[in-house]
């Protein structure tokens, strides 16, 4: 099995893991982390597609490798706008759950 | 190959990107200012992408940097995307010269909503223009990842605990759409090493590739628009959030990812075996459309009735994948459809703002204490009734114009069935205005805390009218927004 | 099995094993911990792909920036120990998740089995181009991210910008302006200021290296940023340097100067070469230094902010 076969498996793997993480973890930071590992895992698929795109003195394509860059960034801005969310939550209500029956309060008006 | 005039279409991305940049260096009031400055710029780039489309009869296209594809990206005007530039260009300033009172910046200072509001308002006019304009399905992603960034924040701008728990929730949504759809979008480049649109739409075969990635990436975009049943994050984010932000949310920004979901389905996969996919979200939609508005019916406010009277109408709009894809009656489906994302757009909007002016009076959006209401605020009940005719698609309105197109394509495909949720989703939005209008038109009498402002539900009414209005669009208009549309076979109408 | 297939094997049933620890561990606080760990496996298997530019920003923001991110929040959050969570999830929901999760990883694993014999690549396009309007570059991964996709590298940087926005919004309404909070609450001991003290000064190094060689060799504008940022962290924990108040003129024109400096240069392109983002031909080289530079100094103060999050102070 070559590198990038294994990368490819190990990427499926990591999208699978995650993916039941982020569904069955009720806790918003373990879903963050899920949704971490799903976004790696989708990375490594790039990452083999890349490698298998070796061609013309270069050892990987370099479109996929620049996809897999600027994906890290904009996975990285979002953890951060995740963790702030989830701290201010858990700051001004004492509560980190996303039920939404957690939050509706009967007969109240809101706005 | 660019066009003469190709420039226009990257002007229309940075021109909102321009504002953004200038507003967070500058601070302060000129957030405001620059928006609204900008906003007849990018109203007159749409217009004028339109009428270029129009006049050559051609989709335009421009070649960023000068490089083609599939190394470089392209940007590409057909008259889908640029009808949905105009309603945009129409819709976000609206929005922006409705809510100048709430956002307004204190003299001489800052504040935290204003700022996050007037930037976050230009970044999603940025990412819908690209969203429509985008040829290439990574900056399509970065598009969605724009709009994302914008939309989030405007949710939990008053920052209420249920506000920041909602915005999370779409958040975490929105999120697992995008990575779902980058999945896709890696699969797609690993078979065919392109991701224009165009090439892959001429090189696509039915390879267990292919439908892995369009499985991926529809479950991303369905998720992003709240098609039943991955619609839960939307009724609270869109109830909580400020009127005028709302509007956006619910008008436009859900129908970006509707949007991307279409030019997946009939822009890259034309030539496939389509038929089952496109009944399976037909009955997903059709779901949506009952089952949305079932849930309508139910609620005590107003924002939220309004919110899930969005996830039902949502459902209406997926039933043009079924009707559109049919071999006979396709461009009945894809004008009903088109019609639908527009009469939504522009009188779910109105609603909204509606719905602002009116808690904004009253103090409190409880329908059961609408008592009388109707007299207090005649424009704004006006504007409400006029909003839900066009969702029960009753004529005449632009709902009614596309409830109208759909039904004709049902005949013509032979495909009954879906006039089920069409006359049964109206019947039941006929229910849920009457919800709203029957206290409000009868005794009683309610406390107005403030006068409505006259400004604010003139916008809404303006908004309406143009959802009303839609029901004269000449024939033309439907040849207008078919320029571009790749027939199944790979032939381009 | 040669040596290297069986460290190959091993790490990937490593990095699949920690990602196991991170979504089944009890405790939060274990859990990121292991996804740290996890950041930086990672980084090992992208060396393994021939990807040293994305091994190098994994490493420093997966791995690194991440993982600071991460670890603040799990403490702040366990600080917060009273904070309710809600019902752990149903046998259904689990059994649910399970059979989707297997189907996804299962269809992508057979996908990623059967992937076309003859692979497409835009390598051949890429390499012929460089000596065009890549200009020179010896590293076609900058080419591609500064020239042909220069458009997503823009926007992605204006994402970056939003997101700041994004977090300063989530706080009070009487702290906006203020500095965030402090990454580090107690004082720092000795050793950490000493680790700062060396560190960070060679770490601004290593990062200005990585993005001047980013042109020809790996690196650039996004790992070398990252490094800096990072060794910017560093100081903070160390309380070297302080978050800087957010209302600072700065810090907005350092944080928009990337984006900027880049749509201006695509501007004038229109003029310079006949399209926007074009590049004139023999000027292309030093132009996207030009542009990279204002980049590292955009990254470099993003993501820290990022980190810090919103302004304090004020009434809660």
Not at chain 3, 257 to 273: E, H, N, R, S
Request: with cysteine; hydrophobic share 60%; charged share 10%.
């Amino acid at each position: 099995m070559t590198p990038s076969v294994l990368a490819g498996l190990v990427g499926a793997a990591l999208v699978g893991l995650g993916l039941y993480g982020l569904i069955s973890n009720p806790h918003p930071l373990r879903k963050l982390l899920a949704f971490n590992l799903v976004g790696s895992g989708v990375f490594l698929v790039f990452g083999i597609v890349a490698r298998r795109g070796a061609a013309a003195g270069f050892a990987f394509d370099p479109v996929p490798q620049a996809m897999v860059i600027t994906g890290i960034v904009v996975a990285f801005a979002a953890s951060a706008l995740a963790v702030a969310l989830i701290l201010r939550l858990a700051a001004a209500s004492g509560k980190v759950t996303l039920d939404p029956r957690a939050w509706t309060k009967p007969g109240e008006g809101g706005q | 190959m660019t066009a003469p005039g190709g420039e226009l279409l990257v002007f229309a991305v940075l021109t909102p990107v321009l504002g953004i940049l200038l507003s967070f260096a500058r601070g302060g009031r000129a957030a405001e200012a620059i928006t609204l400055a900008l906003a007849p710029v990018g109203l007159v780039l749409a217009g004028f992408v339109a009428w270029l489309v129009a006049w050559s009869g051609a989709p335009l296209v421009y070649e960023i940097g000068g490089l083609a594809p599939p190394l470089g990206i392209a940007l590409r005007a057909d008259g889908a995307s640029a009808t949905m530039m105009v309603v945009t260009a129409l819709i976000v300033p609206a929005a922006a010269f409705y809510a100048r009172e709430k956002f307004a910046t204190p003299q001489g200072g800052e504040s935290r909503s204003a700022l996050t509001f007037w930037i976050m308002l230009q970044a999603i006019w940025a990412a819908l223009n690209l969203v429509f304009l985008g040829s290439d399905l990574f900056n399509l992603y970065v598009a969605l990842e724009l709009l994302t960034f914008a939309a989030v924040p405007l949710v939990c701008i008053d920052g209420r605990p249920e506000t920041l728990a909602a915005a999370l929730r779409y958040l975490l949504f929105a999120l697992f759409g995008s990575i779902s759809y980058l999945l896709g979008v890696a699969l797609l480049y690993g078979g065919y090493g392109t991701l224009d649109i165009v090439l892959l739409g001429q090189k696509i075969e039915g390879t267990p590739l292919v439908w892995t990635a369009a499985a991926l990436m529809t479950a991303g975009l369905l998720a992003k628009t709240a098609l039943f049943p991955l619609h839960i994050w939307l009724p609270p984010a869109h109830a909580n959030a400020p009127a005028a932000a709302s509007a956006v949310l619910s008008g436009l920004v859900v129908k970006g990812s509707f949007f991307l979901a279409l030019r997946l389905w009939f822009y890259v996969l034309p030539g496939l075996p389509i038929a089952a996919p496109a009944a399976l979200l037909g009955a997903l939609g059709g779901c949506a459309a009952l089952f949305g508005s079932i849930l309508a019916l139910r609620q005590a406010r107003l924002k939220l009735l309004v919110a899930y009277s969005t996830v039902a109408q949502i459902g209406y709009l997926f039933l043009m994948f079924p009707l559109a894809a049919a071999p006979a009656g396709g461009a009945l489906g894809w004008s009903g459809g088109f019609m639908q994302v527009l009469a939504h757009a522009f009188a779910k909007a109105a609603m909204f703002l509606s719905a602002g002016v009116l808690a904004e009076a009253l103090g409190h959006d409880r329908i059961a204490q609408f008592g009388g209401a109707a007299r207090a605020l005649p424009l704004t009940f006006l504007t409400l009734g006029l909003g839900g005719l066009s969702l029960m698609g009753l004529p005449p309105s632009g709902g009614f114009e596309a409830k109208w197109f759909l039904l004709r394509a049902c005949a013509a495909s032979g495909q009954w069935i879906w006039a089920v949720p069409i006359l049964g989703g109206g019947l039941l939005a006929g229910g849920y205005v009457f919800r709203i209008l029957a206290p409000a038109l009868g005794d009683g009498e309610v406390k107005v805390k403030a006068s409505p402002r006259r400004s604010q539900e003139l916008v809404a009414l303006g908004l309406v009218v143009i959802a009303l209005a839609l029901a004269f669009a000449p024939e033309n208009f439907f040849e207008f927004i078919r320029i571009g549309r790749p027939l199944a076979g790979g032939g381009a109408s | 099995m040669s040596v290297l297939a069986a460290l190959d094997l091993g790490l990937a049933l490593l990095v699949v094993g920690v990602a196991a620890w991170t979504v089944s561990a009890r405790n939060l606080f274990a859990a990121v911990v292991g996804y740290v760990a996890y950041g930086l496996l990672l980084a090992l298997v992208w060396v393994r792909l021939y990807a040293p530019d994305v091994a190098l920003t994994e490493a420093a923001v997966g791995g690194g920036v991440t993982g600071v991110l991460l670890v603040t929040a799990g403490k702040r959050l366990d600080a917060l120990a009273s904070a309710e969570i809600g019902a752990p999830p149903g046998r259904g929901l689990k059994i649910f998740a399970g059979a989707l999760a297997a189907l996804v990883a299962g269809a992508l694993a057979w996908v990623v089995l059967t992937l076309p014999s003859t692979p497409p690549s835009l390598a051949p396009a890429a390499a012929e181009a460089a000596s065009g309007p890549g200009a020179g570059l010896g590293n076609p991964i900058t080419a591609v991210l500064i020239s042909y996709r220069s458009f997503d590298t823009m926007l992605e940087k204006v994402v970056l910008i939003l997101a700041v926005l994004g977090v300063w919004s989530v706080g009070a309404d009487a702290a906006w302006g203020r500095a965030p909070a402090p990454l580090r609450k107690p004082e720092p001991d000795g050793a950490m200021i000493l680790l700062a003290q060396v560190l960070a000064p060679v770490g601004l190094l290593i990062g200005l290296h990585i993005f001047w060689v980013g042109a020809d060799a790996p690196g650039g504008a996004f790992q070398g940023g990252a490094l800096l940022a990072a060794m910017g962290m560093v100081a903070m924990m160390a309380r070297l340097m302080a978050p800087p108040r957010i209302d600072s003129r700065k810090l907005r024109l350092a944080l928009v100067a990337g984006p900027a400096v880049f749509l201006v240069v695509g501007v004038a392109g229109l003029m310079l070469a006949g399209h926007l983002f074009a590049y004139p031909q023999n000027f292309a080289k030093p132009l996207i230094l030009f542009i990279e530079a204002f980049m590292v100094v955009s990254i470099a103060v993003a993501l820290p902010m990022l980190v810090s999050g919103p302004p304090d102070g004020g009434a809660k």
